[in-house]
């Protein structure tokens, strides 16, 4: 909970409402005191970050009718409603009809202050789970490579940057990470998106074909070349070429797409008619062919006759932030793909969500999404059970939400609240600890000194 929630507070009663202003003041709530539900409606907006606590009894337009009408604008925006005694039945109605909750008077601060800090907790996970639904929504097919990481930023700024030359680029990352998304972005927001993007699995064709399917071939080539067949090369003339798994491109190909790039044209097989190529390469390999004991047998010419530009895709575990975003968008699509609605997560899931190293990346992330969705994971069949008995079950931002405190407290009392190693370890920026820090309410030195 953010020290500076805004609580709009409603009161005709000028002595009271400056009484109750104070108490949350003490507490840290920006508060916005005013006499009159008129006077506060205008100033509420479905973007209205906080919470409205509210007298019933006042002149004009009442508590129950101001109700009504912020539900109108967002029926989500948690109203508290003050009420006396004699308005408890008419307030356990109001609940009813979605009003967050309400405190009788004579109420001590502290009923107060608790109240409003879990209906200002309960706003802010709802706000944040809009912008995160938001940012996938706008996403499209760059889903894979959104992100607040410093990493995934300075990712999509290299793209945009490099996009429209005619470089070629190596790519580098995990199985499932996105390579393929990198380059068809490269495609799409270059001048060449109007020509073909082609992908090739260089591992997944045998060493006999693969150079028929790159260069061509004409009629009689070899035995079983009935036809001429324009290789994939030249058919990506005007566009994009993409080469997955070029690591495991064979020697003898190797030789021939080295001449590919330094010359810019193709000789298919049985023929020794030299075709002119427009294209551009991008080459994906999940090992660091910079490396020679990984390059194995990758020639090193070829290797640096590729890697003009090297692009990074960093592994999912490395920008943790980042999965309830995908898994939201994920689980949305797959919700509608099959026809289901997007379950509530019981805590194991969300745990899993949270702890996962997730080798597979963003494709392992996106099948597993699709499992919760068809109540195919164990952990997942429990979700609409509450965690306890005395409430609904909590939303995945608010279970995320949860656990995410926990590792930065574990994280804290690891290294005795050392910041820099704690930033370390958790591989977020700085800034954006202290910011966690403020938003789960956490004081670093409180685990000072308190190793394990």
């Known amino acids: 909970m953010s020290a500076s929630t805004p609580v709009m507070l409603v009161d005709d009663d000028r002595d009271l409402l400056r009484a109750t202003a104070q108490t949350l003041q003490l507490s840290g709530f920006d508060v916005v005191p005013l006499s009159s539900a008129a006077k506060a409606l205008p100033a509420i907006d479905a973007g209205f970050e906080g919470v409205v606590v509210?007298?019933?009894?006042?002149?004009?337009m009442d508590g129950l009718e101001f109700y009504k009408r912020i539900r109108a604008i967002d029926e989500e925006i948690p109203v508290i409603l003050v009420t006396g005694h004699g308005d408890i039945p008419m307030a356990v109605n109001a609940i009813r009809d979605g009003v967050y909750d309400f405190i009788a008077k004579p109420f001590p601060a502290e009923q107060l202050n608790q109240c409003v800090r879990r209906a200002a907790e309960k706003r802010r996970l709802v706000m944040e789970n809009r912008r995160l639904r938001e940012a996938a929504n706008a996403a499209g097919d760059?889903?894979?490579?959104i992100g607040q990481t410093p990493a995934m930023e300075r990712l999509r700024q290299t793209l945009?940057?490099?996009?429209?030359?005619?470089?070629?680029?190596l790519v580098t990352g995990e199985t499932g990470s996105g390579k393929e998304v990198v380059a068809?972005?490269?495609?799409?927001?270059?001048h060449r998106s109007g020509g073909n993007f082609v992908a090739l699995n260089c591992g997944a064709l045998p060493e006999q074909i693969i150079e028929s399917e790159l260069f061509g071939h004409e009629p009689g080539a070899f035995t079983g070349a009935q036809k001429k067949r324009v290789g994939r090369i030249e058919h990506s003339s005007g566009g994009t070429l993409f080469l997955d798994e070029i690591e495991s491109m064979p020697l003898s190909a190797q030789v021939q797409m080295l001449?590919?790039?330094?010359?810019?044209?193709?000789t298919p097989l049985g023929t020794n008619e030299v075709r002119p190529v427009n294209l551009r390469v991008v080459a994906a390999a999940k090992v660091d062919l910079g490396d020679p004991s990984q390059r194995r047998t990758f020639r090193e010419d070829l290797y640096y006759r590729l890697n003009v530009v090297a692009v990074t895709i960093p592994p999912l575990r490395e920008r943790r932030e980042d999965v309830p975003l995908l898994f939201s968008y994920f689980a949305e699509r797959a919700a509608r793909r099959f026809g289901r609605a997007v379950p509530k997560l019981s805590p194991a899931t969300a745990r899993h969500l949270a702890e996962h190293a997730w080798p597979g990346n963003v494709r392992e992330l996106s099948h597993f999404a699709e499992r919760v969705v068809l109540g195919l994971e164990p952990a997942a069949t429990a979700a609409n059970v509450p965690a306890s008995g005395d409430g609904p079950p909590e939303t995945l931002p608010e279970r995320l939400e949860s656990y995410e405190a926990k590792i930065i407290r574990e994280t804290l009392r690891s290294f005795e609240g050392n910041v820099q190693q704690t930033v370390a370890a958790l591989g977020i920026p700085r800034k954006t600890f202290y910011d966690k820090l403020q938003r789960h309410g956490i004081v670093r030195s409180d685990f000072a000194g308190k190793a394990p």
Do not use: F, K, N, Y
Not at 142 to 145: E, T
Not at 184 to 190: E, I, K, T, V
């Open 54 to 60: 509210s007298d019933i009894r006042m002149p004009g």
């Open 184 to 190: 068809r972005l490269l495609h799409d927001w270059s």
């Open 160 to 169: 945009r940057q490099i996009a429209e030359t005619d470089v070629d680029v």
């Open 142 to 145: 760059d889903l894979p490579l």
């Open 259 to 266: 001449r590919v790039l330094e010359m810019r044209e193709v």
